[in-house]
Nanobody
Framework: QVQLVESGGGLVQPGGSLRLSCAAS????????MGWYRQAPGKQRDLVAT???????KYSDSVRGRFAISRDNAKKTVYLQMSSLKPEDTAVYYC??????????????WGQGTQVTVSS
């Protein structure tokens, strides 16, 4: 009954920018921490950035200074602004969120993923 839907992925040249969005919907009472992860072919899924409900952020070393995570609690949406993109940023990007549903059960939910390809 809870869905996370990502959008904004695509093909971009090195040095370019993209903005990913992830909107939560369904029987939601509250949303805690939200985050972005990525998985390149043949590799494990790695943390990119997280943001708490009060906007405390955390970044992986590989994206710090180039990516910015933000959220709009009213819209139940988390964003990832990606700049100065490099070919090694190519991956499927997944959002997740710690969500408490209306029946007061708390679980971690994942989106379906959106492909980001950085190539000339």
């Amino acid at each position: 009954q809870v869905q996370l839907v990502e959008s904004g992925g695509g093909l971009v040249q090195p040095g370019g920018s993209l903005r990913l969005s992830c909107a939560a919907s369904g029987s939601i009472f509250s949303i805690g921490a939200m985050g972005w992860y990525r998985q390149a072919p043949g590799k494990q899924r790695d943390l990119v950035a997280t943001i708490t409900r009060d906007n405390t952020t955390k970044y992986s070393d590989s994206v710090r200074g180039r990516f910015a995570i933000s959220r709009d609690n009213a819209k139940k949406t988390v964003y990832l602004q990606m700049s100065s993109l490099k070919p090694e940023d190519t991956a499927v990007y997944y959002c997740n969120a710690r969500i408490t549903t209306m029946n007061l059960r708390t679980s971690t939910y994942w989106g379906q993923g959106t492909q980001v390809t950085v190539s000339s």
